[in-house]
């Protein structure tokens, strides 16, 4: 698997525009930006003196974003063999989908209950982008839309504590989903649609049971399909 390629434009240590933070802190969100997106796949070996090379740093604040990824959970360090990209997991997989069920289900329903007027403007945006990805194809598109679909209900939900819990295991469930978008995206658009309709509506119990129906068949979805992909 190929790393991934600075853009062009980069800003200072051969690093893409668009990341803040320390130099490793930096070089941590490009890693685990790329880990999850697919472009470092599980079992990668993750190299830190090509890494360093190719971003125009030195070895030391990519060996700190490797330990910070690793005690993230992103990527596994065997002594004596070097750093490599985590497996995905059955088990963490299902954990995955049924805590966000739960989680993305209460927001949904506050969301119904305390979004006002700004929320609302920003859920038509994403709506109408993902309706123009989806009559595109544009898989890509359509999976930032959906993380973008959700932060947008997150904010509507007016609460700062569940929305980092949902971000995080957003974040996670990318991990498995994202190689599969491409057979979900279209899907995902439209029960988004639906969503944001019980939101609008203020159908606080309708929102709630449909954002946690989408999450359940959503993680069973991407079962199939990466069962699917390892014995294909």
């Given at each position: 698997?190929?790393?991934?390629?600075?853009?062009t434009?980069?800003?200072?240590?051969?690093?893409?525009?668009?990341?803040?933070g320390?130099?490793?802190?930096?070089?941590h969100e490009l890693?685990?930006?790329?880990i999850i997106?697919?472009?470092?796949?599980?079992g990668?070996?993750?190299?830190?003196?090509k890494?360093?090379?190719?971003?125009?740093?030195?070895?030391?604040?990519?060996r700190?974003?490797?330990?910070?990824l690793?005690?993230?959970?992103?990527v596994?360090?065997?002594p004596?063999?070097?750093?490599?990209?985590?497996?995905?997991?059955?088990?963490?997989?299902r954990?995955?989908?049924?805590?966000?069920?739960?989680?993305?289900?209460a927001?949904?329903?506050?969301?119904a209950?305390?979004?006002?007027?700004?929320?609302?403007?920003?859920?038509?945006?994403?709506?109408e982008?993902?309706?123009?990805?989806?009559?595109g194809?544009?898989?890509?598109?359509?999976?930032?839309?959906s993380?973008?679909?959700?932060?947008?209900?997150?904010?509507?939900?007016?609460?700062e504590?569940m929305?980092?819990?949902?971000?995080?295991?957003?974040?996670r469930?990318?991990?498995?989903?994202?190689?599969?978008?491409a057979?979900?995206?279209?899907?995902?658009?439209?029960?988004?649609?639906?969503?944001?309709?019980?939101?609008?509506?203020?159908?606080?119990?309708?929102?709630?049971?449909?954002?946690?129906?989408?999450?359940?068949e959503t993680?069973?979805?991407?079962?199939?399909?990466?069962t699917?992909?390892e014995?294909?």
């Open positions: 698997m190929a790393a991934v390629q600075p853009r434009g980069a800003a200072d240590h051969g690093l893409p525009d668009g990341f803040g320390s130099l490793p802190a930096r070089i890693l685990e930006r790329a997106e697919g472009v470092f796949a599980p990668t070996r993750m190299h830190a003196d890494l360093a090379a190719q971003y125009g740093v030195s070895r030391i604040p990519v700190e974003a490797l330990r910070s690793h005690e993230a959970g992103w596994d360090i065997r004596r063999y070097g750093v490599y990209v985590r497996d995905r997991s059955e088990r963490e997989l954990e995955l989908f049924e805590t966000r069920a739960v989680i993305e289900s927001i949904a329903g506050w969301a209950e305390r979004r006002c007027a700004d929320d609302l403007a920003r859920l038509d945006q994403v709506i982008a993902e309706r123009q990805a989806a009559d194809q544009d898989s890509a598109r359509l999976l930032a839309l993380s973008e679909f959700y932060a947008a209900l997150r904010q509507a939900a007016h609460n504590v929305a980092g819990v949902s971000a995080e295991l957003e974040k469930a990318r991990f498995y989903f994202s190689m599969v978008a057979d979900l995206g279209g899907d995902w658009a439209s029960k988004q649609e639906k969503l944001a309709a019980l939101v609008r509506a203020q159908d606080v119990a309708g929102a709630a049971a449909e954002s946690r129906r989408h999450i359940e993680g069973e979805a991407v079962a199939r399909l990466l699917g992909a014995t294909g």
